[in-house]
């Protein structure tokens, strides 16, 4: 029997998935509302933009009114909401929250749109443990699940592949990877440590957690810090999380960084890869850097995304199904 597919200008989720994606979101508001949390909201569009290699933010150019054929500055569709709620935190906003769209672009598929929604919230005081302990919570009281697993980055190779990931060098990482049936990886550089240990996350590991209950991966490699504070110690470690359920990654925390310095020249090394690797050249945040100047008080936060956490709900395996439009049809 031939597939029936609806006309493209029907949405492409069930009334009563949109039905649910509604009660999500009023069950998120209502839980930020009881802990007195801010809602708040910042532009989608900014001068500037993430720096991070693995992050490809889409740029727009502003018509200036008058001049027919004349382009003003650039503007990137954000990425997250990041930056300007830390200008936020730092004008002394207090725990907050927002939930708005984001843009990427080269993501599109089961799991991936490019423009998705996200909810990301603040928490001063709190460090990445505690805000997992929050993030417990609010999985538990909008799917209904049971109180999280926890394992370390650590703990989570060792347990799955046999691997110690801190202290393992790349050519362990590649005998791992084809022990279990990764042989060539084509594009893949034979030095990138990190490469293959998110390889081997990617492919091995996060299919596997979150089945039973959520499972939060926590205390990643420095290599990957990103926006998170370094502990130091044996090793030295982010400390930052993301949360899967489902084998489906649903959200990345951190223990914020709030040293201006130290965060200019992880933009700076993000800029000069982007260089080697002839990615994009984007606009480094300024603004944010001078508030992180000012005095970003200290904090964890972290990003969900809102299309996954329905698509759990909904026990659906694609984000389409709880989507009114996607990029597709938009």
Not at 290 to 297: E, F, S, Y
Request: hydrophobic share 40%; glycine share 6%.
């Amino acid at each position: 029997m031939p597939k029936i597919t609806k006309p493209d200008w029907q949405p492409t989720a069930s009334l009563a998935n949109l039905q649910l994606r509604a009660q999500v979101l009023r069950t998120i508001r209502e839980f930020f509302v009881k802990r007195n949390v801010l809602e708040v909201e910042t532009p989608l569009l900014s001068h500037a933009t993430v720096t991070d290699i693995h992050l490809h933010s889409l740029a727009t150019a502003y018509h200036q009114p008058g001049e027919s054929n004349t382009f003003g500055e650039c503007f990137y569709l954000q990425t997250s909401p990041e930056f300007a709620m830390k200008r936020l935190l730092a004008a002394g906003s207090g725990s907050i929250y927002q939930i708005c769209k984001a843009f990427r672009d080269q993501e599109k598929g089961r799991q991936h749109n490019g423009e998705f929604t996200i909810l990301e919230w603040y928490r001063p005081g709190f460090d990445h443990h505690q805000l997992m302990d929050e993030m417990d919570q609010l999985l538990q009281t909008v799917l209904s699940v049971s109180a999280a697993q926890r394992l370390s980055y650590a703990q989570a190779f060792q347990h799955y592949l046999a691997i110690e990931p801190h202290g393992a060098n790349v050519n362990a990482l590649q005998q791992c990877a084809q022990q279990h049936g990764i042989d060539v990886v084509v594009g893949l550089a034979h030095d990138d440590r990190d490469a293959y240990l998110s390889l081997l996350m990617t492919h091995l590991i996060e299919p596997q957690l979150g089945q039973q209950a959520p499972t939060f991966i926590y205390d990643y490699p420095v290599s990957q810090a990103a926006l998170a504070k370094i502990r130091q110690g044996e090793p030295s470690v982010a400390e930052r999380f993301e949360v899967y359920v489902k084998g489906v990654e649903l959200a990345n925390g951190f223990h914020e960084l709030t040293d201006s310095a130290e965060q200019r020249h992880r933009f700076e090394a993000d800029l000069q890869q982007r260089r080697e690797k002839d990615l994009p050249k984007v606009v480094m945040d300024e603004r944010l850097l001078a508030a992180l100047k000012h005095g970003l008080p200290a904090c964890a936060g972290v990003a969900l995304g809102i299309d996954r956490l329905v698509m759990l709900a909904a026990q659906s395996h694609a984000l389409d199904n709880v989507m009114s439009f996607t990029m597709i049809n938009a």
